[in-house]
């Protein structure tokens, strides 16, 4: 054989083996993630579950964001990820997932964030941390609502209507054939079945989990008689699962808004082997189904018109059960109904819809589990029993409860945190696999544990969820709780208490710390505390404990000195203050401000300027974010005038505190350098009987008795005095720390 030879067989070897080798791993392409705006609304986008990028700096734009935890589909994505902990202010990767409507959206302050509340809207959605899971991919461009879709018929005119394919998806093309003419050709994206009957053309739902999975079709006539299905070769999974697939159903033509996910574990694209003709996929419709849904396929049908993309995704596929009775799966009358020729059972699958929770029950829970030498292996074993049926009945979720464990002996660990289930099916192994550590029954030190570490962001909690701490106590424990549930409580922990098997009369000598769980629950009237009097009964009592943890109008300590009040400000303007003056004790009204948490919800601020005359600067609520409010502050005016503070005092009743919470602490603070030019003492007594707490304040020559009368009792805890204006803000901390330090002293009952 010549050289030339061999160097051309060798050209050859090297160009017929340069593909890809048929047992060889494909590298896992990197997940694209669209890059949206700060306005961006979850509306906009018809995809069920996506992920997006939001740039850096939303929560400056103040685009608006309705509901907590669950968000209406008219929020910015970018401002709902902020305000749920997800991201920062600098931005970030997020995935979003559609859900059904809520009757109502509540309104809450978190992480620089004012939501808004809303009675009602069509369709929510929830955000989450934009790490997909392993296997998942998410389309790597968006699907917008269009706001004029057309239709291409393909075949018979009596046959089908289609809705027209995106941008995106027009320009996935089947490559034609090459051992034949080039027929005429209509592009469609659709899940695939093969029909029995080649003459009639038709195109259904794969029901594949909870998602749509797109193919590429083509259909052609001519080829395989009036538009046999035949699936388009020579493109990988990757094209098929860009942008939206389009079918027909029974309503107005559509652009479908599955999530297009690719499982590794399903082969959705035929492979190059198999027949065109051969059924290659499973869970599909059967086929008295499909033909009913052909049939229905008229727009004219459709009994909700007006209903958005979204809507008619989840009637299909979500929570709504069509009423028609021609709607619902046949029953299986054959033995043959339902496979195809190679065996695959195609009887449709009903969608398993995750379960976000339950709206009512938002609470971030963490169970204490006794896990002490003394509970022994039994009875530890009825304890993961009942923690099981706890998390089943309590339906966990990112829109309703969240629940951690955490055992404790002689030290606390943590079983697993706030956000590591995010449903009860999820929960129900995990506890099951949990080991008993042994030791003493410290709860005391899993109390400290609780406060300091277990309700942080970095284990989930979530912040507008009141916590909930659950502790279940095998007779009693070994070391003292009361300083340690002082501080839980300060924190807005609402601590119940478990007690089974507790101390009888002649054990009660053994006890460590007497009535330690009346000196341990957020109240004791009875509600935080569940004695029981065997271990064998404790199951029974699953229903009441869920009943009161959900109550969250009855979980008091969530409330704290800082998220609990409405404060109002009666600032003197009168001449002798000063322009220059005035601005330090408006930064001084600042300052104490500022140590607040501040919304609708938590603390809320009013202020009154006097003179002779009172002005309302701005009223409770009015300002709900700390930033709104911060700059309302700065934005008040000197007025300047004479000195009249019992009216002031009375103005501010009458325009504050007649409109105030009924859970708000309602807390007055005077500020003035002089003498009142009217009586103070009637005003003072007037709303100190309505339950106002009174702080006063005054500077240079104002006077003491006056400050005295003003101020609720003691007058050391009430009324502070300085002699020039620019020593106020020694008093910032003073102020503070009485208001907490009375607010942590009240009765607990």
Known sequence: MSKATLTAVFIVFLLTSSGAKPNGKNKKPKQAVPAIECDMRAGKIILPEFIVKCPANCRETKEKVYGTGVFASISSICNAAIHSG??????????????????????????????????????????SVGKPKN???????????????????????????????????????????STAAPPTTTHVTTPITTSAKPQVTSVHKVREAV?????????????????????????????????????????????????HRQETSTTIRRQPHASSTSGAFSRVQPQSERKQHTAQSNPTLDPRPDNTEYEHWLYNFGQYSPAPEEHKPPAKTSPTRGFNARGHDLTARAPELTSQGDPNCKVDIAFLMDGSWSIGKRRFKIQKDFLV?????????????????????????????????SSSKDLKPAISKIVQKGGL???????????????????GNRGG???????????????????ASRLARESGINIFFVTIEG???NEKQNVVETN????????????????????????????????????????????????????????DGSSSVGTGNFRTVLQFVANVTQEFEISDTDTRVGIVQYTYEQRLEFAFGQHNNKADLLNAIKRINYWSGGTSTGAAITFAADQLFSKSKPNKRKIMIVITDGRSYDDVRAPALAVHGKGVIAYSIGIAWAAQDELEYIATDPDRDHSFFVDEFDNLYKYVSKIIHNICNEFNSQPRN
């Open 135 to 177: 296997g998942v991919t998410y389309p790597s461009t968006l699907v917008f609502v269009s706001s004029r879709p057309t239709t291409v018929k393909t075949g018979d005119p009596k046959d089908l209507t289609y809705s027209t394919a995106s941008p995106v998806t027009e320009a996935l093309e089947a490559e034609p054939s």
């Open 86 to 127: 997800v991201i920062t202010n600098s931005g970030g990767k997020v995935i979003v997932m559609k859900m059904a409507g809520q009757t109502i959206y509540k309104g809450s302050f978190a992480n620089g964030v004012r939501s808004l509340s809303l009675p009602n809207w069509r369709e929510s959605f929830s955000v």
């Open 389 to 421: 049926e706890v998390s089943q009945v309590i339906n966990v979720g990112v829109a309703g409860p969240m629940m951690g464990i955490i055992q404790y002996g002689d030290d606390p660990v943590t079983e697993f945190s706030l956000k590591q289930f």
């Open 503 to 505: 101390p009888d009369d």
């Open 441 to 459: 029954s410290n709860v005391g030190k899993a109390l400290s544990y609780i406060n300091e570490h277990f309700f942080s962001d970095a284990n």
């Open 465 to 483: 969820a009141p916590n909930v701490a659950v502790v279940l106590v095998d007779g009693w424990p070994t070391d003292k709780v009361e300083e």
């Open 516 to 571: 330690f769980v009346d000196k341990a629950v957020c109240r004791t009237n009875g509600f935080f505390s569940l004695p029981i009097m065997s271990w064998f009964a404790l199951r029974k009592e699953v229903q009441s404990l869920v009943k009161r943890v959900c109550d969250t109008d009855r979980l008091v300590c969530s409330k704290t000195c800082l998220n609990a009040n409405d404060i109002a400000f009666v600032i």
């Open 211 to 259: 998602f749509q999975y797109p193919i590429e079709m083509s259909i052609q006539s001519g080829r395989y008689g009036s538009g046999q299905p035949q699936i388009a070769q020579g493109k990988g999974p990757a094209q098929a699962f860009r942008g939206s697939s389009v079918y027909a159903n029974r309503f107005s033509p559509r652009t479908n808004t599955g999530v």
